[in-house]
């Protein structure tokens, strides 16, 4: 294909010239150029080797041909450290293939090989080409053969010759014509003009040879002949393999140069690109990236004021042209008058030597430099492909793009062209750069290509994808917006901001089909209860697995519940035989009765619930909000009193699972007496149950009074497990209190004296207190104390006549004590005992014998002075006395204390407390005369101990 070259100027390299040693001009034969040297062959046989230093080159020679044959051609092998030269041998006369091994410092080369060649005097070296490590080396001669040496370097090589007559038909493709028979022996001269090898792999080797008459490819590994063109080259030189194995050749015939792609294993070899200009090309060349060609150009002869060239008259100059083919641009060009002879390359420079002994050195600028001549002349696209050459970072390559496309819409107004530049800047420059620019109405395909390749490309944020979809929307283009949506195996984008843009522009069934395909079954839910679609919503939580299906219930079961009660309930209920029942209670709000049914078999499936469920239940129960429509029916009082048993058999069956303080108040609330009894029983509240009952005003006064006297009687009574006396005080205090126009005066006394019977019976409360509870009311005659007064008389005279009688009995036990002190004072007594007391052994001196009858072993008795055995009546008797003078002293100490908190007392009631004085002490009797009887018992004691103490021998 014809490439349009576009000539740049600045160029992309600058020309030096270089100077050469007198001895080389007019002498040179042959120069290349490898591994940090140049190489200059002349025409005595010597090679002369240039070192480059700073900016000056030192030279220095090794002799080839002692006989001084001229060096015909010279190669350096590319991956090896060989040097090949091609010149007469000195003794035969053949032609001589030696290679040379290329030392590191300034020594001569070593040879390493010789290969000899017949060859006919007149015949001479044309071309020389091997592969990258000299397996094998091609030799073109001026009679149109090729010599391929093959072979190792320690070993003699083995010569085969390709005649310009060995051709092979091309392989033909299906539907092509046969081609004509090739041609055996050209009777026109033939010349190898050029060589190069193409190395696929080790095995798979191809050589190009360019001849006057054709460019064929023979693959040296096998025995292929290619026919590339019937046209061959008129001068050596005359072809280049690029860096990406695309061979060049030129032609006169074409006026161009050709390039061919090589590719032994598809065994063809497409064309590549073909580079068209007017002049005539005598050599090509290859540098890194560029196609150098030298040559001759057509131009009108200056004229001068005092000459006139004829008409048509034109002279020859010789160019040197640089070419960028992947990039279509010529970025050198340089005239000269002498013909250019030799071009090779060393140093990342070019080097040109012309037949007037002239160097010139191409240096090729820096990236920098040539992009600051592409940017102005808007050659982005070359810039682009230059700083990918060059391994730029792709955020510097994205700014290249950037600048396109700034150029393409500022400059252009292409901005379609534009967004194809800014597509290359995703991910390193700021979508917001380009979105800014797009957002016009007229842009908006443009826009849109941009937002659905940043979501492409995993950059896309919410808001891209919102503005993306909002632009299918506007354009109306429903099949793009669903290709978007579907036709992609991973969602690139924010699948919730997708779906929610869908839906409020009005694209539903989008948005359904992408919520289902990407499991997002919450916004399914939300999209079909919008569109009131709440059949569709509960069937298709029925097929939901569990966990998704109580999840989604939660969230939208309030609208399910409304819509469809019976159904939504069997299936909460199906979801609860393994998950809790309190997270779907919110759910039931103004649907207290198909709350209850949810509850009640969730009860009856499992009773093991929590105590915010029991609690909820309970409350449903007894609330009658919802039952209020009915309005006083007897179908309302029905459903009210069954709602009251279900919350009695609740309270009962499950009180241990209750909430207790919290029913407690919820019965209070809801007026539910039998709740609040239960509880306030169940909590031991019972005086605050007994005042629940007395504050009953609205119930009938013989009830409310049977009540008050039941649960005295049941609670108040020691005979009961639960004894609470203060009862009986609490209802003699409300039945004292009684008037007669606040209830039946017969009722009242009966029930008083009842009270009164049971308070004198079990000793509640002493009369004095119950008479003056009783006077505060002077309705109540002294005939409904009457009984209570004489029986506590009576018992008061039956605890005298007992105190009396113990005082007598306590009397004649201290006179036979006195009597036996005086015994034991006046009269001698005889110890007989024969047995200690304590170890039951005989009785031996020493031993002790006390006047209570008892002896011991001076060794069994732990204290002389008091027998071991008595012990312990003596100090029952010593704490008795202790005690009674503790008590005298505590009545003393609180005469004192009343007396002197009599004023402020706070102070001194802070000080006793810091000294310990409010210690815990035993109660004295309520009635004086036991405290008389008692204080004469331990007098009695007293004396008796301190007699014993005299009494011990």
Not at 20 to 33: C, K, R, W
Not at 34 to 49: E, K, P, S, W
Not at 815 to 836: G, M, V, W
């Amino acid at each position: 294909m014809s490439a349009q070259i576009k000539p740049l100027k600045p160029y992309f390299f600058n020309k030096y010239t270089r100077e050469l040693p007198q001895e080389l001009h007019g002498h040179i034969t042959a120069m290349v150029g490898g591994h940090g040297l140049l190489f200059f062959g002349d025409d005595r046989g010597v090679v002369h080797i240039a070192q480059k230093e700073d900016r000056e080159f030192r030279f220095r020679v090794f002799v080839v041909s002692q006989e001084h044959h001229p060096i015909e051609q010279l190669l350096v092998v590319r991956d090896r450290d060989f040097l090949v030269t091609a010149c007469r041998d000195d003794a035969s006369g053949k032609l001589a293939i030696k290679l040379w091994v290329l030392p590191e410092g300034d020594e001569d080369p070593e040879l390493r090989q010789v290969t000899l060649v017949p060859m006919e005097p007149h015949h001479r070296v044309t071309c020389l080409a091997a592969t990258s490590r000299a397996q094998q080396i091609a030799v073109g001669l001026s009679n149109g053969d090729t010599l391929l040496l093959t072979g190792e370097i320690h070993r003699q090589r083995r010569v085969r010759t390709i005649g310009p007559d060995f051709l092979t038909p091309p392989k033909r493709r299906k539907g092509e014509p046969a081609p004509p028979e090739p041609t055996l022996r050209s009777t026109d001269p033939v010349s190898v003009n050029g060589l190069q090898f193409y190395e696929e792999a080790e095995n798979r080797i191809a050589l190009f040879v360019v001849t006057s008459h054709a460019v064929r490819a023979v693959v040296t590994t096998g025995k292929e002949t290619h026919l590339l063109s019937d046209m061959g080259c008129p001068g050596p030189n005359c072809c280049a393999m690029s860096n990406n194995h695309e061979f060049f050749v030129y032609t006169d015939s074409d006026h161009g140069v050709r390039g061919f792609f090589a590719s032994i294993k598809d065994r063809d070899f497409p064309p590549g690109n073909t580079l068209a200009y007017q002049d005539e090309c005598t050599q090509i060349f290859w540098f890194r990236t560029y196609l150098l060609a030298v040559g001759l150009e057509t131009r009108r002869q200056i004229m001068t004021q005092d000459q006139a060239p004829a008409e048509g008259e034109r002279e020859r100059k010789h160019f040197i042209k640089v070419y960028d083919p992947k990039n279509k641009l010529l970025v050198f060009i340089a005239n000269n008058e002498a013909p250019i002879r030799f071009v090779t390359s060393e140093w990342g420079a070019i080097f040109i030597l012309t037949s007037a002994n002239q160097l010139y050195q191409l240096e090729e600028k820096d990236v920098h430099s040539k992009l600051d001549v592409l940017f102005p002349k808007n050659y982005y696209d070359t810039a682009i492909n230059i700083a990918r050459q060059m391994g730029f970072d792709e955020d510097q390559i994205a700014d290249i793009y950037r600048l396109y496309g700034d150029h393409l819409y500022q400059d252009k107004h292409d901005y379609t062209r534009a967004m194809e530049q800014y597509l290359h800047t995703i991910g390193y420059l700021e979508p917001s750069y380009v979105i800014r620019r797009f957002l016009d109405t007229q842009r908006i395909e443009q826009l849109t290509r941009y937002l659905d390749a940043l979501h492409r490309k995993n950059q896309a944020t919410p808001d891209h994808t919102t503005l993306l979809i909002n632009c299918y929307t506007k354009q109306k283009n429903l099949a793009q917006l669903e290709a978007f949506l579907t036709n992609q195996r991973e969602c690139h984008f924010d699948v919730d901001t997708a779906i929610r843009v869908c839906q409020q522009a009005g694209y539903h069934d989008q948005a359904l089909m992408l919520a289902l395909r990407t499991q997002r079954f919450h916004w399914y839910l939300r999209i079909l209860l919008e569109l009131e679609r709440t059949q569709e919503a509960l069937e298709f939580i029925q097929r939901l697995d569990h966990d998704e299906a109580v999840k989604n219930m939660k969230k939208y079961g309030k609208a399910l519940v409304q819509a469809h009660p019976e159904e939504s309930t069997r299936l909460l209920i199906d979801l609860c035989r393994t998950s809790k029942p309190d997270d779907f209670i919110h759910i039931y709000v103004d649907q207290p009765e198909q709350l209850i049914r949810f509850l009640e078999e969730c009860k009856t499936n499992n009773p093991a619930q929590s105590k915010f469920f029991f609690d909820t239940l309970l409350e449903l129960y007894l609330k009658t909000d919802d039952l209020r429509q009915l309005g006083a029916t007897e179908e309302y009082n029905e459903r009210v009193r069954e709602r009251r048993r279900q919350a009695s058999l609740l309270l009962r069956n499950q009180g241990k699972q209750v909430d207790r303080t919290n029913a407690l108040v919820m019965c209070q609330r809801a007026h539910f007496r039998d709740g609040v009894l239960w509880l306030l029983e169940q909590h031991r509240l019972y005086a605050e149950m007994l005042e629940y009952l007395i504050q009953e005003t609205d119930r009938p006064e013989d009830e409310r009074y049977r009540d008050i006297m039941d649960k005295c009687k049941r609670f108040g009574s020691p005979q009961q497990s639960i004894y609470e006396p203060r009862l009986w005080i609490q209802a003699l205090t409300y039945f004292a209190k009684l008037r007669a126009d606040e209830c039946t005066p017969e009722l009242r006394d009966q029930h008083l004296r009842e009270i009164l019977n049971s308070i004198r019976t079990y000793s509640v409360l002493p009369p004095l207190p119950v008479l003056q509870i009783l006077s505060e009311n002077d309705e109540i005659t002294l005939a409904v104390s009457r009984e209570f007064i004489r029986s506590c008389l009576t018992a008061e005279e039956a605890e005298i006549r007992k105190n009396e009688e113990r005082i007598t009995q306590k009397r004649t036990q201290i006179d036979e004590k006195f009597r036996e002190i005086h015994d034991l004072k006046t009269k001698a007594r005889t110890f007989q005992i024969s047995h200690c007391k304590h170890c039951s052994q005989r009785l031996d001196l020493p031993a002790v014998h006390f006047m209570c009858g008892h002896s011991f072993h001076s060794a069994c008795l732990p204290n002389e002075h008091e027998c071991s055995d008595c012990a312990p009546a003596h100090q029952e008797v010593r704490e008795r006395h202790n005690m009674q003078l503790g008590l005298q002293h505590g009545t003393d100490m609180y005469d004192k204390f009343m007396r002197e908190v009599s004023g402020s007392g706070f102070p001194q009631v802070a000080e006793y407390f810091g000294k310990g004085v409010f210690h815990t002490a035993p109660a004295p009797q309520d009635t004086a005369r036991a405290r008389r009887a008692e204080q004469e018992e331990e007098d009695e004691d007293e004396g008796l101990e301190d007699d014993l103490d005299d009494l011990r021998i």
